[in-house]
């Protein structure tokens, strides 16, 4: 069974630029996560979905920041415009819904997207 | 709030050396506990878990982790250490509940030397 997959995984643009991440879950899984690594920092929580409706968005830093998750499969997180201080590595997770296969769910994380923004 | 501490930054370990990696905590509640890690170009991989029960817990790769109440911490460790365990190391933190996020520690790099 394939694992959660992030494209790209590596992204370099420019302050003012658009970029979009995405991210393909586990098959079945309506839990989606995004988490952010920022250098040297540790990695944070920025939104949940379960299936295409967002749960929880505390961590977005800002309205720069926008996700969705159309029809309740892959999720995209689009950053408008990049900031400097969004350079990071942007982990997606996805897990099962935890009244199918228990208390906790394991969340699965993806790769990675490494952001540049210069 | 809820936090993870994960003291040391770089830790670097001869090949066939014990490991030892700290992890504290702070959360309100009994908390669940993890460790996961990164290898260079991959995701976080889940190495171990703790929910209840007995506080010696068994991951994969050879690692294990103990949870110490008293102390609030979840240190993780392997007896003798491979070139293969070069990674980045994360302890997080989950409240007891399916779905929410979890909280992480800044990571513990490790690096094997022969």
């Known amino acids: 069974e394939a694992g959660v997959t992030q494209f790209p995984s590596h992204s370099v643009i420019e302050k003012g630029q658009t970029v979009t991440l995405r991210c393909d879950p586990i098959s079945g899984h309506d839990n989606l996560y995004w988490y952010r690594r920022v250098m040297g920092k540790e990695i944070k929580f920025l939104l949940h979905f379960v299936k295409e409706s967002k749960q929880d968005e505390s961590g977005m830093p800002n309205n720069r920041f926008l996700a969705e998750r159309t029809g309740g499969t892959y999720s995209t997180l689009k950053v408008q415009p990049a900031e400097l201080e969004d350079s990071g590595v942007y982990f997606c997770a996805s897990s099962q819904d935890p009244r199918t296969s228990g208390l906790y769910n394991e969340q699965f994380f993806g790769p990675g997207t490494r952001l540049t923004v210069l | 709030a809820q936090s993870v501490t994960q003291p040391d930054i770089h830790i670097t370990v001869s090949e066939g050396a014990s490991l030892e990696l700290r992890c504290n905590y702070s959360?309100?509640?009994?908390?669940?506990l993890f460790w996961y890690v990164q290898s260079p170009g991959q995701g976080l991989q889940l190495l171990l878990k703790?929910?209840?029960?007995?506080?010696l817990v068994q991951g994969i790769k050879g690692f294990e982790a103990e949870f110490k109440r008293s102390q609030s911490s979840f240190n993780l460790r392997k007896p003798s250490v491979h070139w293969s365990d070069a990674a980045e190391y994360f302890c997080?933190?989950?409240?007891?509940?399916?779905?929410?996020?979890?909280?992480f520690g800044k990571g513990t790099r490790l690096s094997v030397i022969a």
């Open positions: 997080a933190v989950g409240p007891y509940s399916g779905n929410t996020p979890l909280v």
């Open positions: 959360y309100g509640a009994t908390p669940y």
């Open positions: 703790y929910f209840s029960g007995d506080t």
